[in-house]
């Protein structure tokens, strides 16, 4: 018979496995990003006779660092939550698909000539291999949420039996986290009705847009899903207590869900109509930031009574990862929000608006992934590494709130979006500013992305250290 501790053992593995899936994912991102640049430099440039390699190179890059990263880590979170039932074969080796998607991902984006689609939310390339990559990736991230354990709320033995472990998931967060598997599966039906409901005949590039427009914004919902329990991990496990109790999470999650379930639905008349374009803008618009911003004040008036209590100094609301990690990535969440917010026309306040939001969720999981290391015995090899673990969530997030700034106030006077080198040319002493806060923000938050990326690829496994006591 299998007893409860492994159950939870087993369940730790696999939820290991998909943290170094995701971290993998962040290091191929890397290169990708690292062959744009190096083959833009003399030598070296006189080599690339394809002109689409750069396009491919940016759509492996996105892919890798948003969608592979940020669904593995997801599912590693997944899998931590505390259950009683054994994970099924399925579920328990998904991750293998999903990692031979990602191979086929990486293959698909060095065969020349292929396409490149730039589409929204999840850009492709069109051919065979790596359009296989994506559909089996999905389907291995699919197959792991077959896990009935993930949605059985857990009982006050599991609870204490959960709390052995180096990282635990709040009760509150579970919820959380419940809702972003449901709402993962969600997405997943979208993106099946708009295939079945795509034209035909239109252009390549209108063809992908269309199809993942809906499922992607569906998919944008898990992320902030994600982000919110991870908030709730980084406060309890710092505060001592959760800033908000497991049945106001449940309801508050369930409101936010709840309006999403007519994405499906918003498909039937075809993804050409102006009900599925501006159906899922009104979703996005309206269906997150109210719960987001509940769920914001909640948490920062237990800190604010954490701080007056003496339980938090404030050299800790910088120096704590875990303190510093929700701050920016709530920072970056706000930005993104008011951002939108004021956005009219096509200008730089778009991008600013989605580097911004996609930056407080990717801090935010940046700041539990040093919880997650101390979980499964990862080390950090060196103490001068541990104290750059501490400060590199913070630094991470000031640069993409001063890139998203500097490209607001760029858009707000007149800068178009997509507009490079000479196109951009010709604009006022604003604009200039602006794009120079940009430049700034952007080279500070690659600074905070390749501390990231080093201490990631550095750890080892084996005994980990503390990086930080509860005080």
Known sequence: MTTHSQVQNAATDTARSWLVLAMASL????????????????????????PLFFKRCLVAHVNLALVV???TFINALLFLLPGRNPSNLVARNAVYLTGFGLLLMLA???????????ANYVPTIDHGLFQSGQVIFGLGIFASLLDRRLYSRHSDADSQAHSALPCEIPPAAAAGLRAAAITLILAGVTF????????????????YELLSWGGGHVLALVCVLAMISVWLILLTQSLGESPVSEQTAILLF???????FIAPFLTLNGTWTSNYRTGFTDLMRWGIFPVVTIFFIMCASSLVRATKDKRVTPLQLITDVRISGFLASSLLTFVGFTIGATISGS??????????????????FMAVTYMLFEAFGVSIRSNLLKLVAAWQPALYGVGMAMFAAGFMWAGANGMGRKLYGAEQAS?????????????????ISILGGLLYLTIVSTARWGKSGVLYENQ
């Open 27 to 50: 290091i191929f991102a890397g290169l990708f990003a690292l062959a744009v640049l190096i083959a833009r430099m003399p030598p070296f440039d006189s080599l690339v006779t394809d």
């Open 254 to 260: 369930g409101c936010m869900v709840l309006p999403w």
């Open 427 to 443: 604009r006022g002493l604003a604009e200039t500013l602006g794009l120079g806060i940009m430049g700034v923000g952007g080279l």
């Open 192 to 207: 099946v009705c708009s295939w079945l409901r795509q034209p035909q005949g239109v252009a390549v590039p209108v063809y």
């Open 69 to 71: 990263f940020m669904y």
């Open 108 to 118: 698909g984006s060095a065969v020349p000539d292929a396409t490149p689609v730039l």
């Open 347 to 364: 200008n730089t306040m778009i991008p600013a608006h989605y580097h911004a939001s996609l930056g407080g969720i990717t801090v935010a």
